[in-house]
């Protein structure tokens, strides 16, 4: 079959693309962006070109472009230029220059292809870069000495969101080849020859040293890409069915049975795909196995999550951001809003009948004894207060919350109402005695929380 209709068939097999979606290229050009116009102009898919002119090679960075700006002109194709000061953006940013210009490079084609849709276009708008099978075996062997597990190894995908790499079927010497028989201009990147960056160090050197040792080590690696993604595919089946059976949703949490985790193999790598969606690393997955095993109220966090260990259970919470965490209740406001839901306020004159209305979530205090603003905040270590019906006992609230049996999760989310820094109401518990309404009462405050 020719490389031609090699093409065709990736792009069908792998469902890659419609003949009416919008291509954009990004070409260098190098042999490869250019074999992948060439093979676009054969196959009739119509296509425009972009190219990224870094400025760091002096006089070949200019070259580079030229020879775009020419094909552009043989395809009769429209053709973006972006010239960027790479040097300076990395120096800022604190980037390698690879890194650097792998940010700026990505970015502006995004920009490119939301500006087809901003401009009407309606079908499928795709970047088609010009990775090949070399470049999917280096991205390999890189993934497993890295580290980066089962999906790393299926190397380069051919359709990643938005970005198509159609010549994944192709060897470097197929496309020089190809290259050559159809008289097709290109340059060389003088930057390729030097080790000084991973990928070239692994194709100039590591590569070739495993082939003295084993020839068809390339052939294999690339048929073994295959066998990886189907490996990945029967992975990811299990852990779902893993997630479904452990994971119960709770609100804005997750909670997990500690003994049927603990049932579960392999243990440490179910832990790890759970944990990782919460910004949690595999260098944290033994604190996690350890936290099986330790007393309730234990916890490790992730910059965006706790896993707190709650007598039978493992909860993942978000970490709350602790800033703003008070609103101020003046004299006329009716309804006040924070983070647990909202309060509903209401005045009312006192007709001298004392009723036990007070539940869990709507309470009436003695307004007489309240000096506004009242304060509406998270409770802190040191709080305390007279709880209803112990007009003599000042208790802690901590101490109130451990008779409570409350989990750390449930203790974080306890906001209180204060007058003058003495709490009126621990919301949702219960309210303090010296605010409870008495037969000289006048006037009352009913104030009702609907949770989120």
């Known amino acids: ?39 676009c102009q054969q196959a009739g898919f119509p296509f425009s070109m972009a190219h990224c002119n870094f400025q760091l090679r002096g006089e070949e960075s200019e070259r580079d472009e030229k020879l775009v700006r020419a094909l552009a002109e043989i395809y009769n194709v429209a053709l973006m230029v972006q010239k960027f000061d ?3 953006f990395a120096t800022q940013n604190k980037l390698s220059i690879q890194v650097a210009a792998r940010e700026l490079r990505y970015s502006w084609f995004e920009e490119l292809l939301q500006e087809k849709k901003t401009n009407g276009f ?27 597990g089962i999906k790393g190894l299926q190397g380069i995908l051919p359709k990643q969101k938005n970005i198509i790499r159609p010549l994944l079927f192709l060897k470097k010497e197929e496309i ?19 080790d000084k960056y991973t990928r070239n160090y692994f194709r100039n050197q590591l590569i070739p040293s495993l082939e003295k040792v084993f020839p068809q080590v390339e052939d294999n690696l690339q048929n073994n890409l295959e066998r ?22 709770k609100g804005n949490e997750i909670h997990i049975p500690v003994l049927k985790l603990l049932k579960s193999t392999p243990l440490k790598t179910i832990i790890y795909e759970i944990i990782k969606d919460f910004q949690f690393t595999a260098h944290q997955v033994d604190e996690v196995v350890n936290l099986l095993n ?15 260990k709650n007598r039978n259970w493992l909860i993942i919470t978000p970490i709350v951001n602790t800033e703003a965490a008070h609103v101020l209740i003046k004299k006329n406001d009716t309804n006040i809003e924070f983070e647990l839901g909202k309060l509903k306020i209401k005045k009312d004159h006192f007709d001298g ?10 309470v009436s205090i003695n307004a ?12 802190k270590e040191g709080d305390y207060f007279y709880p209803l019906g112990m007009p003599k006992k000042k208790k802690k609230l901590s101490k109130f919350f451990i008779d409570l049996k409350l989990s750390l999760t449930e203790k974080e989310k306890i906001w209180v109402i204060e007058s003058q820094q003495k709490i009126v109401w621990v919301i949702g518990k219960r309210i303090d005695d010296r605010f409870k309404i008495l037969p000289s009462t006048q006037q009352i405050l009913r104030i009702e929380f609907i949770e989120s």
Request: proline share 1%.
């Open 353 to 362: 009948t004392i009723l036990k209305s007070n539940t869990e979530n709507m």
């Open 294 to 308: 330790s007393e309730s109220g234990k916890y490790l966090s992730s910059s965006s999550h706790k896993i707190i």
């Open 86 to 88: 790479t040097n300076d």
């Open 176 to 194: 020089i080849a190809f290259a050559k028989e159809n008289n097709l201009p290109f340059v060389e990147d003088s930057s390729n020859s030097s």
């Open 1 to 39: 079959m020719s490389i031609l209709n090699q093409f065709k068939s990736f792009i069908q097999q792998h469902h890659l693309f419609q003949k009416e979606d919008y291509l954009l290229l990004a070409v260098s050009g190098g042999v490869d962006s250019v074999v992948l116009c060439e093979l």
């Open 368 to 379: 007489d004894n309240l000096t506004y603003p009242l304060m509406l905040r998270k409770w």
């Open 228 to 249: 990886f993604g189907e490996i990945e595919i029967l992975y990811r089946q299990s852990i779902h069915r893993h997630k479904q059976n452990l994971l119960e949703k």
């Open 122 to 148: 309606s079908g499928g708008t795709y970047l088609l870069t010009a990775h090949h099978g070399n470049d999917s075996t280096e991205t390999l062997l890189m993934n497993f000495f890295k580290g980066t």
